[in-house]
């Protein structure tokens, strides 16, 4: 069974940082070969991408936190991070984490974890 767990999310004064954390478990093929990507939903909109990291390392990132995110990846130990650094109240919203085959395209979501900026 499939698993995406994400953590570290939680309330955070504008201008601080948060490392949010995905873990993976259960895929039947190795971690390496998933694109990893980080996707947020804020209350009323809908679901942007935020940051890809692709399995050869390529990176994507939406315009709004170039140069604040960084996505990274361990894959030995199958965890996927989103480093949130000069975080702004526009970046609230439930961030999910996302991984595809790069083959097959078979994906899957993870519950997602709540990061809230705000004084």
């Known amino acids: 069974q499939v698993q995406l767990v994400e953590s570290g999310g939680g309330l955070v004064h504008p201008g601080g940082s948060l490392r949010l954390s995905c873990a993976a478990s259960?895929?039947?093929?190795?971690?390496?070969?998933?694109?990893m990507s980080w996707y947020r939903r804020a209350p009323g909109k809908e679901r942007e991408l935020v940051a890809s990291?692709?399995?050869?390392?390529?990176?994507t990132y939406a315009e709004s936190v170039k140069g604040r995110f960084t996505i990274s990846r361990d894959n030995g130990k199958k965890t996927v991070y989103l480093q949130m650094n000069s975080l702004r109240p526009d970046d609230t919203a439930v961030y999910y984490c996302?991984?595809?085959?790069?083959?097959?395209?078979?994906?899957?979501w993870g519950q997602g974890t709540q990061v809230t900026v705000s004084s």
């Open positions: 996302h991984a595809e085959h790069w083959a097959s395209g078979n994906d899957y």
């Open positions: 990291l692709t399995r050869v390392g390529s990176t």
């Open positions: 259960g895929f039947i093929s190795i971690f390496n070969n998933y694109h």
